[in-house]
């Protein structure tokens, strides 16, 4: 079996299924970066290129379908071998397998990231994933190398689904950083929701 059959067998497995209707989401103050002019710059133009997908409907026409759970890591990465998240939600993620592969886009993320509040999605942030199956070495995106490598995030993605990945908080200001794995103001709901999930960081792996 090829790498890319692979890799899409893992992944189908958990999106298929779970693309639910969702409300439509209303328009959100952009973060605000503090890197240089040009840094700037580069992400006004990705934000704009994605702002069509503060409307989860139009994400969904798209390709990118939802893995259902809000994902939050209320305690620090510490453990010996795992991702050094600081605390903080990554929100539900949106994934669209169309766009892996081993080179990256900054204007066409792998993952849009959503905030559940109330009964409504907002979009805070997008992530660029990249299987370790297509890529050894850490992929680069927006002038950052892409986090790992780690393994899946379950339950939503299987541990097996090895990967590099890169979260930008465009839409949501993060006091953890704007290319800060977790949001430390992204809160997952613990009623009125039935698919939150507190998560521990991810354990790291060889390429």
Known sequence: MSSSTRIAA???LTVSALALPMARSTAQTPAKPGGSAAQNASLNVVRA???KYK???VAIR??????LA???FPNPGREK???AYKPGGMGVHFLNMAMVGPKLDSLKPQVLLYEVVGDKLKLAGAEWFVPTDLAKTPPTVLGHKLEGPMEGHEPVLPAALHHWDLHVWLWKDNANGMFDATNAGLKCPTTGYGYTYSDKPPKMVMP
């Open 10 to 12: 893992l992944v189908t």
């Open 49 to 51: 290129a994605l702002d």
């Open 55 to 57: 409307d989860p409907i």
């Open 62 to 67: 798209d390709g990118y379908y939802s893995t």
């Open 70 to 72: 809000c994902i939050d």
């Open 81 to 83: 071998g795992a991702m």
